[in-house]
C-alpha cells in the first residue's frame, strides 16, 4: 500500500472532508478525490460515505478498520520523528496550543518572553477559542489547555492550576437594581454570560445560571457576550451580574456580589498525545508553566 495514499485518506477522515483535507496537505481537490478512489480501487471496497452537498464525508466500516490502523502507523511516525530530533538536544522546535483566548492575552503572551530567552529555538503556534471544545485532533495542536477533555483515552491530561470564579456587578446596576441577598434574589436580577455552550475552553463559567435552583431549572440570561473583556465591560456600564476570576484586569472597578458565598473553581489542564510523552519540547514549556504558576501564586489545590 502507498504511503502517500494512505496519508491523503488519513486527512479525509480525520477532517471528513475532501477540500479541508486538500487545504491541509497543500494540494488539488482533484488529487484528494483521484487518491481515494486508486485506494478504494487496490483495497476493493468503500473507504468512505458520501453524505452529499457540503456535509462532506464519513468512514465506511472498512474505512474505519483503515483508519484505526493508518492512526497507529503515523502515530508512531511522528513519535519516531520527536524521538530522533530530541535526541541529545536541548528543547526546540515549533510548539501549537490551542487554549481560550483568555489564557493567550493575559497569561502565557506575559510569559513567552522568559521562556524563549532560556529557549531561544522554539517557535510557537497559539489558537485561541472560546466557545467550543474543538477536537484536539482537529486542531492538529500539540498542547491544549484547559478544562479536561472528555473521553480521550490517547491524551496524557495533567493538572496544571485552579482558578475561582466570583461574582460581580457594577456601582450603578446595585443603584438601579438593587443588591441581591441571598442567591434566591438572582432569579429577579440580570444576569449576563458567556456562553450557553457547556463545552469551552474557559471551563463551566457560566454557573451563576443555576446557582442555588431547584434541580432542573436554568434563569434566562439577559446578556450573552463569548469574551471576557465584553463581559466586564458590559457590568462596568451597568448592565447586569457577571461570573469572573478576581484576578481579571478591571476587576477592581465592580463590586462583588454575594461575597460570603463560596466561589466556583476552574481546574485547568495540560493535555497532549500520548505519542509526544517523551518529547522535550511538551516538557520544557509545561515545567515552565508549573514554575511560573507557582510563582505567581495560583492555586494549584493539593495534588492532581
Keep these: 500500500m502507498d504511503l502517500e495514499k494512505l496519508r491523503i485518506f488519513y486527512q479525509v477522515a480525520k477532517h471528513g472532508s475532501i477540500s479541508a483535507a486538500a487545504a491541509k496537505l497543500r494540494i488539488a481537490q482533484s488529487a484528494v478525490s483521484r487518491s481515494i478512489s486508486m485506494l478504494e480501487e487496490e483495497l476493493n471496497t468503500q473507504l468512505f460515505i458520501r453524505l452529499g452537498g457540503a456535509k462532506g464525508v464519513i468512514p465506511s466500516d472498512s474505512g474505519q478498520i483503515l483508519l484505526n490502523s493508518a492512526k497507529k502507523i503515523f502515530d508512531l511516525e511522528n513519535l519516531a520523528t520527536i524521538e530522533i530530533e530530541d535526541f541529545n538536544k536541548e528543547p526546540a522546535g515549533t510548539l501549537k496550543i490551542i487554549t481560550s483566548l483568555g489564557t493567550i492575552n493575559f497569561w502565557l503572551m506575559e510569559i513567552l518572553p522568559g521562556f524563549l530567552k532560556q529557549y531561544p529555538k522554539f517557535n510557537f503556534i497559539l489558537e485561541g477559542y472560546n466557545d467550543v471544545m474543538i477536537e484536539f485532533e482537529m486542531a492538529d495542536a500539540d498542547v491544549a489547555i484547559g478544562?479536561?477533555?472528555?473521553?480521550?483515552?490517547?491524551?496524557?491530561?495533567?493538572?496544571?492550576?485552579?482558578?475561582?470564579?466570583?461574582?460581580?456587578?457594577?456601582?450603578?446596576?446595585?443603584?438601579?437594581?438593587g443588591l441581591p441577598k441571598n442567591v434566591k434574589d438572582l432569579d429577579n436580577h440580570r444576569i449576563i454570560i458567556f456562553s450557553t455552550l457547556r463545552k469551552s475552553f474557559l471551563g463551566d463559567v457560566d454557573w451563576h445560571l443555576n446557582l442555588g435552583c431547584a434541580p432542573g431549572f436554568v434563569r434566562k440570561p439577559f446578556l450573552q457576550v463569548n469574551s471576557s473583556l465584553a463581559l466586564t465591560k458590559a457590568a462596568e456600564q451597568g448592565l447586569g451580574i457577571i461570573s469572573m476570576n478576581p484576578h481579571f484586569p478591571g476587576i477592581e472597578k465592580l463590586v462583588e456580589i454575594l461575597p460570603e458565598i463560596n466561589e466556583h473553581w476552574v481546574d485547568i489542564y495540560y493535555s497532549y498525545n500520548r505519542s509526544l510523552k517523551t518529547s522535550k519540547r511538551i516538557k520544557a514549556f509545561q515545567e515552565y508553566l508549573i514554575q511560573n504558576i507557582l510563582m505567581s501564586g495560583y492555586s494549584r489545590r493539593g495534588v492532581r
Excluded at 472528555?150 to 496524557?156: E, K, R
Design 147 to 177: 478544562p479536561l477533555i472528555a473521553n480521550t483515552p490517547d491524551l496524557i491530561q495533567e493538572y496544571l492550576m485552579s482558578y475561582p470564579l466570583k461574582l460581580y456587578a457594577s456601582h450603578e446596576y446595585i443603584k438601579n437594581f
